[in-house]
């Protein structure tokens, strides 16, 4: 249940975070009104299931965290990803490439620095 729960909130913060900053910077919400950030839905559910199911396979509180770290590390990049993927790709397809793909990836590499070290005795299956 917990998984759910952060699957749906991590959805959540991507269409959210681009609502805010279009408030703050225009003083009011899109023409559209709040249904225009729902094209960030979709990359924020594929980027919230590859988070989650990478912090669940993490054997270590080490690996967790550097999946996390890896993640947070990566949001500035998908957030100008997704943007600008709005501008190449039709639709919800810009954003979830473009602000995708840097998510997923520094999730995955926090995943993988954050494996066993040499001599540790644990293997990296």
């Known amino acids: 249940m917990a ?3 952060a699957v749906v909130l991590l959805t959540l913060v991507w269409p959210a975070a681009q609502l805010l900053v279009f408030l703050l910077r225009f003083g009011g919400l899109p023409p559209g009104g709040a249904a ?16 989650v199911w990478l912090w669940g396979r993490a054997e270590s509180s080490r690996r967790r965290r550097l ?43 926090g995943y993988a620095i954050g494996g066993p070290r040499p001599g540790d005795g644990r293997t990296g299956a």
């Open 3 to 5: 998984r759910i729960a």
């Open 36 to 51: 225009e950030s729902l094209v960030f839905v979709p990359m924020g559910l594929v980027t919230a299931i590859a988070a």
């Open 67 to 109: 999946v996390l770290v890896g993640y947070i590390a990566a949001s500035p990049f998908a957030f100008i990803g997704s943007l600008v993927g709005g501008l190449l790709l039709p639709g919800a397809l810009g954003p979830l490439v473009c602000g995708g793909v840097p998510l997923i990836a520094g999730c995955y590499l």
